[in-house]
T-cell receptor, first 114, second 112 residues
Framework: ETGVTQSPTHLIKTRGQQVTLRCSSQ?????VSWYQQALGQGPQFIFQ???????GRGNFPPRFSGLQFPNYSSELNVNALELDDSALYLC?????????????FGQGTRLTVV | ELKVEQNPLFLSMQEGKNYTIYCNYS?????LYWYRQDPGKSLESLFV?????AVKQEGRLMASLDTKARLSTLHITAAVHDLSATYFC????????????FGTGTRLKVLA
């Protein structure tokens, strides 16, 4: 059974650019959630994907968007990068079971915007 | 607004001492998680607490949950340097989707 994997592990982008982060969910999991963790803070929920549809969104602007593919892997896209987008981005996969099951986190992607 | 607050935010303690980290949350939830995070690393799951009065223990760490008080505690017994890390509690909320609301984190430093 493979765990949650994210790529790349580190990334440096310039303000105004666009970035795509990738996440492969754990085997058997059909739900992927994305979190942003700014330095010194707890992770904040960005959005969740279930069966290739967005299934809930946190307080993030539309320039944060995502996709989920038929194999349940997912992408997080951020357009028009701002300096405050610098953070650790965590992907979590789970089996959507109605009442909520434990989500397993990937190792994260460290994004630095300069 | 949903809030999950931890205290203290920073904790420096001597090896061998005991201490408790508190996690207060402002909404009802049917589960609460504790995580450990080392610098630059992802989240390591420590405990999941599913019901009122739940208590879990692993090594020098013990977590408990009081859903009526909306309070969870993480108790550290006879701290060792290897426990130095940031600890987060996270409450699962269902508002259209099941998402984790994380606490502010407690940065623990155990001094040898």
């Amino acid at each position: 059974e493979t765990g949650v994997t994210q790529s790349p592990t580190h990334l440096i982008k310039t303000r105004g650019q666009q970035v795509t982060l990738r996440c492969s969910s754990q085997s058997g999991h059909n739900t992927v959630s994305w979190y942003q963790q700014a330095l010194g803070q707890g992770p904040q929920f960005i959005f969740q994907y279930y069966r290739e549809e967005e299934n809930g969104r946190g307080n993030f602007p539309p320039r944060f968007s995502g996709l989920q593919f038929p194999n349940y892997s997912s992408e997080l896209n951020v357009n028009a990068l701002e300096l405050d987008d610098s953070a650790l981005y965590l992907c979590a996969s789970s089996l959507f079971a109605g009442s909520g099951t434990e989500a397993f986190f990937g190792q994260g992607t460290r994004l630095t915007v300069v | 607004e949903l809030k999950v607050e931890q205290n203290p935010l920073f904790l420096s303690m001597q090896e061998g001492k005991n201490y408790t980290i508190y996690c207060n949350y402002s909404t009802t939830s049917d589960r609460l998680y504790w995580y450990r995070q080392d610098p630059g690393k992802s989240l390591e799951s420590l405990f999941v607490l599913l019901s009122n009065g739940a208590v879990k223990q692993e090594g020098r760490l013990m977590a408990s949950l009081d859903t009526k008080a909306r309070l969870s505690t993480l108790h550290i017994t006879a701290a060792v340097h290897d426990l130095s890390a940031t600890y987060f509690c996270a409450v699962v909320v269902a508002s259209g989707t099941y998402k984790y609301i994380f606490g502010t984190g407690t940065r623990l430093k155990v001094l040898a």
